[in-house]
T-cell receptor
Framework: DADVTQTPRNRITKTGKRIMLECSQT?????MYWYRQDPGLGLRLIYY???????NKGEISDGYSVSRQAQAKFSLSLESAIPNQTALYFC???????????????FGSGTRLTVV | GENVEQHPSTLSVQEGDSAVIKCTYS??????FPWYKQELGKRPQLIID?????GEKKDQRIAVTLNKTAKHFSLHITETQPEDSAVYFC????????????FGTGTRLQVTL
């Protein structure tokens, strides 16, 4: 299912380095999200965007920034990576269904980031 | 904001038995409750969802029940098979312009032969 694509799939970086994770989608959805997954903690929201001009912080936004370059593209940046940002990162998209009701997310394949 | 608690964190069942995973949510305004399955090394995928205007929904061997009064919802898997082994996440949504999902911490289901 290539309609939500994340790059890179895996990345090892050093403490203090800047790194960007990219997400692109072909679903035509307006809503995009960045989550991180840690064992035992589930999926936690970092940032979300409901259209190109809309950016919102999630519950764990400190140390991260985002850019919504187009409807189809939503990038996550770590300005100065630290080891506790080692995690699996997922991008997701969603939209309102035919009845204007919230629909479930479509997740990308994830980026496994290791900060050493 | 919304808080979602999920239990148990791990669950082991024998093939053919049923499995039940339970979640509670904090905000009575929540109106959408999806369940995701994440196989090892894969992305989470939506398997079933329920909205607050119904109490139960079924899709073959899986079903979800919702108790709005108690603010809890459950995933039921019958006749479990080895391919049901995965991590399952529940989630709840708050309606409105800032609508987004809050996830539970996940349940690792192991179906043994």
């Amino acid at each position: 299912d290539a309609d939500v694509t994340q790059t890179p799939r895996n990345r090892i970086t050093k403490t203090g380095k800047r790194i960007m994770l990219e997400c692109s989608q072909t679903k035509g959805h307006d809503r995009m999200y960045w989550y991180r997954q840690d064992p035992g903690l589930g999926l936690r929201l970092i940032y979300y965007s409901f259209d190109v001009k809309d950016i919102n912080k999630g519950e764990i936004s400190d140390g991260y920034s985002v850019s919504r370059q187009a409807q189809a593209k939503f990038s996550l940046s770590l300005e100065s990576a630290i080891p506790n940002q080692t995690a699996l990162y997922f991008c997701a998209t969603s939209d309102l269904g035919r009845q204007g009701l919230e629909d479930g997310y479509t997740f990308g394949s994830g980026t496994r980031l290791t900060v050493v | 904001g919304e808080n979602v608690e999920q239990h148990p964190s791990t669950l082991s069942v024998q093939e053919g038995d049923s499995a039940v995973i339970k979640c509670t949510y904090s905000d009575s305004a929540s109106n959408y409750f999806p369940w995701y399955k994440q196989e090892l090394g894969k992305r989470p995928q939506l398997i079933i969802d329920i909205r607050s205007n119904v109490g139960e929904k079924k899709d073959q061997r899986i079903a979800v029940t919702l108790n709005k009064t108690a603010k809890h919802f459950s995933l039921h898997i019958t006749e479990t098979q080895p391919e049901d082994s995965a991590v399952y996440f529940c989630a709840a949504n708050l309606p409105g312009t800032a609508s987004k999902l809050t996830f539970g911490t996940g349940t690792r289901l192991q179906v043994t032969l």
